[in-house]
């Protein structure tokens, strides 16, 4: 308890004390112009009030992430609650913030806009494609879980194809329509409802007499059934990704770059919806740990259900809560992640829109980008969903990995301290070398050479970034 209490704590400081910080080094103006207001197109630039946008942006990052990856990194025991705790604060707090304030200060650009900025063309040719293959991934995985939920809850002529069909129609509807008219009404309800939920979780846990262990020198250590296939490192940091750092947040951020009202309701958005995320992460991770018994018997329970987190969110949510908890539970299993596959598909929308420079107030210029995009992400639904999952996790760290990088290079150009991303992005940097290398959907390589590997790129890319430095000396 005292370790959840301190971790709480910790995440509380980091929004009060660390985002102030990140505001002084952006600079923020309240007097300069936002998108929403110099490009209000009625469709992606809306202008919208503070608290609506900020659990939108909540719900949008979130999804399933937050429970899901810190149900499944609770396996690896109290040391999961560093990562969540202090990859919160100084990797993904930062991560999104500079994001969303990256593209406020560049009329609501794209990530992979902004990544072309300040790597130049080539990295944004990449990083393009790469972004919108990670956005279909997102989609797709966001389809196929809840479809296959619904299916297993409803009679056997509603199959997998027909909620797939159900899905897609409404991904199609909120990906062509204004933002403020689905998204913009339905996001803050079900956003809230993901708080409230954790919220209410954590006190019938805690008023249960469940006990939360401690991050102390017996528990500092490896409780994964798998030591020797899932190290703590690269695969933890792997694992939970929403609930510390994530880059498809940084897909995310551009669409409520574009409805801002004014410059400092940034920190609030975009560091205060990280932090939110972190304790909802912190909370379910804390519960998984502590609801069967041990750490241990957790590992027994997710080899017994195949890894299947939606299960234990379900038992769950049905013991401390009743029935009340079951509705809560459907809720975050099945709209929770649609949710996030939603906005997936429109942010894959307006990347391609940027890339092309087709404005989209138009329906018809909507629609000719969205039908082959949903066209591809239909036919991925029909593969194996842990193939899709395995690689998404990693393309998502990967994207995260880049946007730190160009966070890095931008701070440097306006000769801002560089050093608040220059170490999250060496950390990460050898975090999904070293997970490729290791990994069985990678390389498959010895740990000697996957950890020497990942240490050797981050060395590597560091000295091509001091090259770089000593190079410009004018940024």
Known sequence: MITFLISLAILSAGYIFYSRFLDKVMKVDAGRPTPSITLNDGIDYVPMPLWRVYLIQFLNIAGLGPIFGAIAGA????????????????AGG???YFSGMLSVRHNGKSINEIIGIYLGKYAKQIM????????????????????????????????????????FVYYILATLLPIDKIIGKIYPIFGFALIFMAISLIIALLV???????????NFRNFHYDKERFPIFPMLFITIACGAISGF??????LMARCLKNEKEGRKVFYGAMVTEGVVALIWAAISMSFFGSVDKLNEVMIAQNGNAAWVVNEVSDTLLGTFGAVLAVLGVVAA???????????????????????????RNRLIIIIPLFAVGFLLTRINFDIIWRYFAWANQTLATVVLWTITVYLLQKKKPYWITLLPALFMTSVVTTYIMLAPEGFALSKPISYGTGFLTALAVLIFFVIYKKKNPSK
Request: glycine share 8%.
């Open 128 to 167: 393009t494609l790469f972004t919108i293959i990670l956005l279909i991934l997102v989609g797709v995985v966001f389809i196929s879980g809840p479809a296959g939920l619904l299916a297993g809850l409803t009679s056997t002529s509603l199959d997998f194809t027909f909620w797939v069909w159900v899905i």
């Open 75 to 90: 396996m690896w025991g109290p040391v999961a609650f560093l990562w969540i705790i202090f990859g919160t604060v100084f």
């Open 208 to 218: 249960q007499g469940y006990q939360i262990p401690e991050l102390n020198a017996e």
């Open 337 to 363: 992640p649609i949710t996030s596959g939603d906005t997936a598909f429109r942010s894959a929308r307006l990347t391609i829109a940027d890339l092309v420079k087709t404005p989209q107030k138009l329906i």
């Open 249 to 254: 947040h940084a897909t995310q951020s551009p």
């Open 94 to 96: 930062v991560h999104d």
